[in-house]
């Protein structure tokens, strides 16, 4: 009903940029459907990175003015555009998206997208000094 496909992760110094990609596919690709982007850190709970819902864009507070999502409804696709990366931005970044989402960006960011229901495999950041 929903794929969702990552691509662009590697590695990169400190304070160097990454772009992120997200394919969204099948019945539930469409502009209403909630996308967000989340990562996990080894040993770390998976935290949210930046979500968009229907009418909101969240961002979590530590990648705030450094990070920033995209969204191109024309091709359902979602873009993480990373700059002035850190060492602490390491991690594996999964895209994630919710045809029925109805609780917030601010909540989806805070609960590290527990109601999600559809997810990436994940692409792997590392950022080195």
């Known amino acids: 009903q929903l794929q969702l496909e990552e691509s662009g992760g590697g590695s990169v110094e400190a304070g160097g940029s990454l772009r992120l990609s997200c394919r969204a596919s099948g019945k539930y690709a469409n502009p209403s459907t909630s996308m967000g982007w989340f990562r996990q850190a080894p040993g770390k709970r998976r935290e949210g990175v930046a979500v968009?819902?229907?009418?909101?864009?969240t961002y979590a507070d530590s990648v705030k003015g450094r990070f920033t999502v995209s969204r191109d409804n024309a091709e359902n696709t979602l873009a993480l555009q990373m700059d002035s990366l850190k060492l602490e931005d390491t991690a594996m970044y999964y895209c994630?998206?919710?045809?029925?989402?109805?609780?917030?960006?601010?909540?989806?960011?805070?609960?590290?997208?527990?109601?999600?229901?559809?997810w990436g495999q994940g692409t792997q950041v590392t950022v080195s000094s």
């Open positions: 994630a998206a919710d045809p029925y989402y109805s609780s917030g960006g601010a909540f989806a960011v805070s609960s590290g997208g527990s109601d999600f229901g559809y």
């Open positions: 968009i819902t229907s009418d909101t864009t």
